[in-house]
């Protein structure tokens, strides 16, 4: 039996794809929660617990390697490449909003920190962008926004991690401003298959659409 029809669908307008509007956008492949070697794993590895691992695996085997397909890509068609960071300025975390103290402080996501640092395979070379944000949404405590504009981008392509917080949040908050945004469904991420999959079934209801890896690369051919 199929599943209903949604009628929010009926309101959403068809993307219009233009490989020269595009950029790629990657949210918090860093070592603190993005990597079973960072703080987060090293914390649920000392207590012996589970709950990291399907986190990790599908880091290590998708979300990673499905980015880095991305960003050639991207590198290949000359459009920008921005990595978005999560990260206090202080090792307290005091400078971050109040929810996100604890999280900030206990991974040891501060600026200048190991934890703080994104993933060596893809440490950003030069031409491509870094933002630093502390709160769960770019668009809310960076010049993204700014960014994006200078770079005359309206298209966005999303990946990292996780799928229903920081990818989502930012995703939302980019559609709200007028961008078209396409969540990589299997470039990203979080800690539980359900978590994932809610995720893009409600994204996908009116703030932009969901597309694999493979069907981003063949739409984003050629930037002109």
């Known amino acids: 039996m199929s599943a209903p029809k949604d009628y929010i669908r009926d309101f959403m307008s068809e993307p219009v794809i233009d490989a020269k509007g595009a950029a790629l956008v990657i949210i918090d492949m860093q070592y603190a929660t993005g990597s079973r070697e960072g703080a987060l794993g090293r914390t649920l590895k000392a207590q012996g617990s589970s709950l990291g691992d399907y986190r990790f695996a599908r880091i290590e085997h998708s979300v990673l390697p499905r980015t880095l397909d991305l960003r050639k890509h991207f590198h290949q068609i000359g459009q920008p490449v921005i990595h978005v960071t999560l990260g206090a300025a202080l ?33 950003p070379v030069p031409g491509e962008h870094v933002v630093r ?17 200078s770079l005359h981008v309206d298209q966005i392509y999303m990946a990292g991690v ?63």
């Open 162 to 224: 996780s799928t229903n917080m920081c990818v989502e949040s930012t995703a939302r908050e980019a559609a709200d401003r007028g961008y078209q945004v396409s969540l990589v469904e299997d470039a990203c991420g979080t800690t539980f298959e359900e978590l994932h999959q809610v995720t893009l079934r409600n994204f996908q209801r009116l703030f932009g659409r969901v597309c694999s890896t493979a069907q981003a690369l063949d739409e984003l051919k050629v930037a002109a």
């Open 133 to 149: 944000k502390t709160t769960v949404g770019a668009f809310a405590s960076t010049s993204i926004d700014s960014l994006l504009r």
């Open 91 to 123: 090792p307290d975390a005091s400078d971050a909003p109040r929810h996100m103290r604890k999280l900030l402080a206990s991974c040891n996501n501060y600026v200048g920190s190991p934890d703080h640092e994104i993933l060596a395979e893809l440490k």
